[in-house]
């Protein structure tokens, strides 16, 4: 038999999935029509979307704390004008469209296209901040966007769209490149995620629905557990350390997944940070007071208790039945070690943080590592120092691609007090299952195009000239090296031989082919005459070949036509005459051979 209200969630269900698919369908065709938007046309509805979310910062985050009990106005005040503004500044002048990079080394241009819809899962502690930010860098890379929101933040999400939809529509974007579900469930989510229509998912939640995301068989950012360490070495500022972490890990309550959530300090500096703490509204919990905080704010699950997730310290204490003083800030818990037997070194999502002091910066550099490794492996995590080797080596070491440097982990990490790009989806890598460590911006929404022009021609071993073929307009093609030329490696006798043996195998008369030997074999004893005297001069030896004209030659080399051309005088040949290459060139370049026929 059915549980009550079964049937009720399978309508629920049912409805969230025909949403989800009437949804993908509408931003399908949007996006078709935003695709050959101009670069001009985006921006002007992007600066549109953002000047109307800016106006309503502070009505959004009243209603995101009011839906989910998350929180500090103030604080989600500003995180809506974090994504409102400075992710804006920072996006505006992108080239999403077109040609948007020419490399002239490489000859490589390089064009833009939009990725598709984006399924965009908000969460419920930064729903505002999030959906502001997402719907941004979508349109930005002009993709439609449809947003699944976290099923208790539905009513803040659903504001935030509905005012940037309307800024949109009206700055001349199409129906339906902002869509929202307003009925949510997780099959619906599901549902979503694996449209085919859909092309890239944007997941910002815990690791259940990262790991769906991942499963949907779509492309997808997802985002993992946070856990951040802060480590305070001995040479850090110890006034301004203590001061950024108390800033990060109060910051909205901590429901940032890159907020503090543990902090390593030297042991020489320990009592320093301690006090430190303690002046600026940190209370350190005892043995006791660490037991019943665990109990109430750790689920069997090793996850935090949803009821006390970004609330105050002081609320949170007084919901575990402990007395702290009413300027309490953050609850401190010193713990000696990392994992299932230490509830509290899990990431806790309010001002809690648990403590720990190590000799040096190689065995907080190991502690680190424990920390990341039980839940934020490749998020963020802080070092507070004034010696850069150390920090250094805190870089090459840990497994987190946002290491923060003397400033507070959540602020560090979104890009807002550093230089990293203005971002509230943050990716973790390899190192925590995501498949990027960047922070996410709307260049992760387009795929690139590249017209590449040829550099470096192919040589093709059937063209037997060897010349480069292309456009002429950069073709390059090394010169090929001379073919080395053979060492001469037969002597005269074997080669007059040789001669008289081809020369019968063609029919020729001895008698002849004997009186050109005889002729060849005085020239050669003329040449050598010459070198060794160094006195007889070219022209007599020309003066000596044409001193019988009358007789046909049946081997010529390069230096007889040499001769023949420096005497004025033709050469000869007999009809089958064997002539070396460079001579026959050189004779055909100068017209010097007859040929006598064969009688």
């Known amino acids: 038999m059915a549980e009550p209200g079964s049937s009720n969630q399978t309508n629920r269900d049912l409805t969230s999935i025909a949403e989800a698919r009437s949804l993908a ?13 101009d670069q001009a046309r985006i921006d002007a509805i992007v600066d549109a979307m953002a000047m109307a979310a800016a106006a309503q910062a502070e009505a959004f985050a009243v209603l995101a704390v009011e839906e989910t009990g998350f929180g500090v106005v103030a604080d989600k005040v500003q995180k809506n004008l974090f994504s409102a503004q400075k992710v804006y500044d920072f996006i505006r002048p992108m080239k999403t469209v077109g040609v948007i990079a020419r490399h002239e080394a490489t000859r490589v241009v390089e064009i833009a296209e939009p990725f598709g819809v984006v399924a965009a899962v908000v969460p419920s502690t930064n729903p505002t901040s999030t959906a502001i930010y997402k719907i941004l860098i979508s349109i930005k890379a002009r993709c439609a966007v449809v947003l699944s929101p976290h099923p208790s933040a539905v009513k803040c999400i659903t504001r935030v769209a509905e005012v940037m939809d309307e800024a949109a529509r009206r700055a001349g974007a199409p129906a339906g490149a902002v869509n929202w579900m307003t009925t949510v469930t997780l099959e619906g989510t599901q549902e979503l995620m694996k449209h085919r229509d859909v092309a890239v998912i944007l997941a910002t939640g815990g690791m259940g629905l990262v790991r769906a995301a991942y499963s949907a068989g779509k492309p997808a950012y997802g985002v993992g557990p946070g856990n951040a360490p802060a480590y305070i070495e001995r040479s850090a500022n110890v006034k301004k350390a203590v001061r950024d972490v108390v800033t990060g890990k109060t910051f909205d309550n901590g429901v940032l997944c890159s907020s503090e959530n543990s902090v390593v300090v030297d042991d020489p500096i320990a009592e320093d940070v301690k006090r430190e703490f303690v002046s600026q509204g940190g209370y350190f919990l005892s043995k006791a007071e660490m037991e019943a905080l665990a109990k109430v704010l750790v689920t069997p699950q090793r996850l935090p208790n949803p009821a006390l997730v970004g609330k105050s310290a002081v609320l949170i204490a007084e919901k575990c039945g402990l007395t702290v003083p009413a300027g309490t800030r953050v609850l401190i818990a010193p713990l000696e070690g990392v994992g299932r037997d230490y509830p509290l070194s899990i990431e806790k999502l309010c001002p809690v943080l648990s403590f ?4 040096d910066w190689r065995e907080g550099c190991e502690r680190c590592k424990q920390i990341l490794r039980y839940g934020g492996m490749g998020h963020t995590m802080s070092i507070h120092s004034q010696n850069d080797a150390v920090i250094l080596e805190f870089g090459l070491k840990k497994p987190a691609f946002r290491i923060v440097v003397n400033t507070p982990t959540t602020h560090g990490s979104i890009g807002l007090t550093t230089g990293l790009d203005p971002a ?5 890598g390899g190192f925590g299952g995501n498949i990027t460590s960047d922070n996410i911006s709307p260049r992760h929404l387009l795929n690139i195009k590249r017209l590449a022009y040829e550099v470096s021609p192919v040589a093709n071993r059937f063209e037997a000239s060897g010349a480069p073929v292309g456009d002429g307009a950069g073709s390059r093609h090394p010169s090929a090296p001379d073919r080395p030329v053979p060492a001469t490696g037969i002597t005269a006798e074997a080669l007059s031989r040789s001669i008289d043996d081809f020369l ?3 029919g020729f008369r001895a008698e002849l082919a004997g009186r050109a030997r ?3 074999r005085a020239l050669q004893g003329s040449t050598a005459l010459q070198d060794s005297a160094g006195r007889e001069r070219s022209s007599d030896r020309a003066a000596s070949l044409s001193s019988d004209r009358s007789l046909p030659l049946a081997f010529v080399c390069e230096e007889d036509v040499r001769l023949a051309i420096q005497a004025g005088r033709k050469l000869v040949l007999i009809e089958r005459a064997i002539v070396t290459p460079a001579a026959r060139d050189l004779g055909d370049a100068h017209g010097i051979f007859t ?4 009688r």
């Open 595 to 598: 040929i006598e026929p064969w």
């Open 424 to 428: 509230m989806t943050l990716g973790c």
């Open 356 to 359: 720990y002091v190590v000799k």
């Open 25 to 37: 369908q509408r931003a399908k065709k949007a996006w078709l029509e935003l695709a050959e938007f």
């Open 504 to 506: 019968r195998s063609r």
């Open 518 to 520: 005889s002729k060849d």
